[in-house]
């Protein structure tokens, strides 16, 4: 048996709903240095045609599509358009998603709608949209759906986002059932404390001490990138993660290990506060 340890997309095409930004451009790129040609789906199109600009420079074709991810019959057209661009899919990065912390008996009816559309539906959608240019194509491939470490706990502020992220799991486990047959895998990432955009305004309003403790919440003791997370994405849907199908996989420095446990300012492990 050879043994290639080699991640190489040459060729494949890759879709990356909210690829214009965070988790979805750090997703984009990392394919794209692996080789692969991207689609960005993405309503913020100044920060979409960057990141195509940026894969075009590795020597990558890309497509920017906007698309309001919300809007199933958006979704289907988007995916339309990839499929006669490229003429093929290969890997499905559902990562479009986000929430604001709020309590829910607080929450608006719209606003759960909202929540659940964006963080739910539009990865079903999507899913329903793409596999079945996936299993056209005949080679199989892979589908990375973006959960949270909130999938595997309670969130309190972030009710219905947790609950989306947790039915996300859930569907992953089922797609990864019924897309078997046609070799397309799927998965499901729960990152945690990664450094994005979306992060940023979180990060500047709290104090030194405030960041300290944050540090020491996370074992590897400093946040991810966004790059960092594109690798995990990568190899998932590379054929070294062949065998690997239906997993969910934090990503978040051991933080979801610790389940409870943090560092002291003294540095000794504890499991509270004072």
């Known amino acids: 048996m050879s043994v290639n340890p080699a991640i190489d997309f040459s060729g494949q095409v890759a879709l990356v709903t909210g690829g214009a930004s965070g988790l979805g451009e750090g997703s984009a790129m990392a394919l794209a240095r692996f080789g692969a040609h991207l689609v960005i789906a993405d309503q913020n199109a100044d920060n979409g045609e960057r990141v195509v600009e940026a894969i075009r420079a590795l020597g990558r074709e890309a497509l920017f599509v906007a698309t309001n991810m919300m809007e199933p019959e958006q979704i289907s057209a988007m995916v339309a358009s990839a499929n006669q661009h490229f003429g093929r899919l290969d890997i499905l990065v559902n990562n479009v998603g ?15 709608n909202r929540h659940i559309s964006l963080n739910l539906l539009s990865a079903m959608h999507t899913t329903q949209a793409a596999a079945p240019v996936m299993i056209a194509g005949g080679r199989g491939g ?32 089922t797609m990864a059932l019924e897309l078997a047959e046609h070799n397309i895998r799927s998965h499901a990432l729960a990152p945690d404390m990664i450094e994005t955009e979306g992060l940023k305004p979180l990060l500047n309003a709290v104090s030194p001490a405030e960041l300290a403790a944050r540090d020491r919440y996370i074992p590897l003791g400093r ?13 998932l849907a590379s054929e070294m993660g062949a065998y690997l199908n239906g997993i969910t996989l934090p990503v978040d420095a051991g933080a979801t290990a610790a389940a409870g446990w943090f560092r002291s300012p003294q540095g000794k492990w504890c499991l509270y506060h004072g």
């Open 142 to 173: 892979a589908i990375i759906n973006v959960a949270s470490t909130e999938a595997l706990r309670a969130a309190p502020g972030y009710a219905v986002y947790a609950a989306c992220k947790a039915g996300l799991v859930s569907f992953t486990k």
């Open 98 to 112: 986000g929430g604001r912390p709020v309590n829910f008996l607080e929450q608006s009816a719209n606003s759960i």
């Open 223 to 235: 946040m991810g990138t966004a790059d960092e997370f594109g690798n995990i994405v990568a190899f």
